[in-house]
Structure formats: C-alpha cells, structure tokens
C-alpha cells in the first residue's frame, strides 16, 4: 500500500534530550512538510523540502532540524532548544508542487510527543 | 489578524441535520482551496479539493468557493455520528512550494 509512515506513534523525550521523528513516503512524492498541531491552533509548518539535500524553514522552525537524504525520508529532530515540544507532529507530502499542480497534500498518522 | 480564520466550535448537531463549515481569507492569491477531514489522534485527510471559484459535491458533501467574498464553505448533509471529527480548511497560491495555510479546524459532534 502506497503511503506515509510515521514513527514511533508516541515519544517521550526528557529534559535536554534530542530525539528524532521518522517520515518515510513510498508515493514517489518530491515535497515533503512537517507541521505541529496544538489545540485549537491548527497546523503550523516546521519544515519543507522540494528536492532532495534541500529544505527551507517554515513559520516556527526554531528548535527544530531536519534532514533529506533520501527522496522517500525526511526525519524531524526536536532538539533541546525547542521549550516547549508537546504537540502532535504530522508529516505530509505532495507531487511535484508547481504552476500547475494541485497542491493536495498526503499526511501520515501523525507521533504524539510528551515531555517527561 | 491571520490569513486563514476559521471558527474552531465546536459545533453539536443532531443526527440527519445539515452542517455548514466555513473559512474566511485575506490572500486574494490563493487559488487552491481544500477540506480536510481529522479523526481524533489521526492524521488528516483529504475530503475535498476546489480550484478557484465555483461548486463541488460529492455524496453529502458540497464545497463552495466564494473569491469575491474570500469565504469558502462545506456543507454537510444528512449528517453522521461518524462525521463526528474536526474539519480543517486549507488554501494555497499557485507556485512552485506547495504550502497549505490551515484554518484552526472546526470541532463537529453528531449525535444519534
């Protein structure tokens, strides 16, 4: 089945730790998004990326750090900067963004984070 | 003021009524506008997808697009306890990134 998997589904992280949320698309998609959710607050963008070995800040990106070595993968760290990182975190994706796309993004299940 | 307003609810109606959700906007650049669906502790998912001005339905469900006005709408009809779920509003500009702006999500229980 064609999708996004994100993992693990929960995560605890303690004081002044790093830890790292997994994204991994099998849908050939080139963008790929990571966005938090808080109540009420709907999504916020993190972190985008278009092409591999390329991604560009989004509206709250401090404290956070992502990679994107590989088309399929694009892993979210919440470093021990971020103060405040209890949120439900969702990964997303979308073919070939453009003047002429659709603009439709794919979410996965989304990793709960606490902080212990 | 944000780009995307969106009443958060939540919002409580009895089964078989109609639901109207809506958004307002600011961006007049915005050309791509969709709902979408959560589940609590679920990741969203696509329900409808509009470009531009104009109607679309499917089954229950009817988008509306209003440029004009900035105000966009989903109509639910004979609604479903499993309709029970927060609808999220989302718009994006033509161009080459890709990125959605979200309304806060509406909250809607349905109740047998």
């Known amino acids: 089945d064609g999708g996004i998997t994100q993992s693990p589904k929960y995560l605890f992280r303690k004081e002044g730790q790093n830890v790292t949320l997994s994204c991994e698309q099998n849908?050939?998609?080139?963008?790929m998004y990571w966005y938090r959710q808080d109540p009420g607050q709907g999504l916020r963008l993190i972190y985008y990326s278009q092409i591999v070995n390329d991604f560009q800040k989004g509206d709250i990106a401090e404290g956070y750090s992502v990679s994107r070595e590989k088309k399929e993968s694009f892993p979210l760290t919440v470093t021990s900067a971020q103060k405040n990182p209890t949120a439900f975190y969702l990964c997303a994706s979308n073919n070939r963004p453009g003047q002429k796309a659709k603009n439709i993004q794919y979410f996965g299940a989304g990793t709960r984070l606490s902080v212990l | 003021q944000k780009e995307v307003e969106q009443d958060p609810g939540p919002l409580s109606v009895p089964e078989g009524a109609i639901v109207s959700l809506n958004c307002t906007y600011s961006n007049s650049a915005f050309q791509y506008f969709m709902w979408y669906r959560q589940y609590s502790r679920k990741g969203p998912e696509l329900l409808m997808y509009t470009y531009s001005s104009g109607n679309k339905e499917d089954g229950r469900f009817t988008a509306q697009v209003d440029k004009s006005s900035k105000y966009i709408s989903l109509f639910i009809r004979d609604s479903q306890p499993s309709d029970s779920a927060t609808y999220l509003c989302?718009?994006?500009?033509?161009?080459?990134?890709?990125?959605?702006?979200f309304g806060q999500g509406t909250t809607l229980q349905v109740k047998p």
């Open positions: 989302a718009m994006s500009e033509t161009g080459n990134t890709g990125k959605l702006i």
């Open positions: 849908l050939n998609h080139d963008a």
